[in-house]
């Protein structure tokens, strides 16, 4: 999936920038405006993750709610291994909404259960967990995720 085409068709601008090594991407949203920006520094599929994030914040936190606030800002810091305490331990809701919707953006549900079964992969198998990975142009540890909240990890 194109995640840039997405972020367009949102009419949201997209820039990858020179952050410090621990922040992932943020998110600039006021009145009728919004720009993505994601460190360029990151692995490209970090850096799609980190978009599809962003736009996950927008649609779920700005454009999705009653009363529009007029400006948000979200700054998502990127620990390795884990996003950070409050997003790892699901104490910020906004944040695994947000890690949510760029999962099922980024590997829909249909097309992993499809590519699973035509592929017969082994998820047990590091090698065969990397290769659907790599189809999908995600990180193996955001494909073992998707593939635990689908339930079809053991």
């Known amino acids: 999936m194109a995640i ?6 949102l009419n949201l601008r997209t820039a990858g920038t020179g952050f ?5 991407g943020i998110l600039v949203a006021e009145k009728n405006r919004a720009a993505i920006g994601y460190n360029a520094m990151h692995a490209p599929v970090r850096q799609r993750f980190t978009i599809a994030h962003e736009i996950g914040h927008y649609v779920l ?6 009363t529009p606030p007029h400006s948000r800002l979200f700054v998502d810091r990127y620990v390795v291994y884990r996003r950070g305490e409050d997003s790892a331990t699901g104490n910020d809701q906004e944040e695994v909404e947000a890690n949510t919707f760029a999962a099922a953006l980024l590997m829909p549900e249909r097309l ?3 590519d ?6 082994d998820l047990d198998d590091e090698d065969d967990l990397s290769a659907l990975a790599r189809h999908f142009n995600v990180s193996a540890s955001a494909m ?3 593939l635990a909240n689908l ?4």
Not at 116 to 121: A, D, E, L, S, V
Not at 151 to 154: F, P
């Open 144 to 146: 073992s995720n998707r």
């Open 116 to 121: 699973i079964k035509k592929h017969r992969f």
């Open 112 to 114: 992993v259960r499809e």
């Open 151 to 154: 339930g079809l990890l053991r």
């Open 20 to 24: 410090e090594d621990d922040i992932s």
């Open 61 to 66: 936190h700005v454009l999705n709610v009653k």
């Open 4 to 9: 840039d085409r997405v972020a367009q068709h």
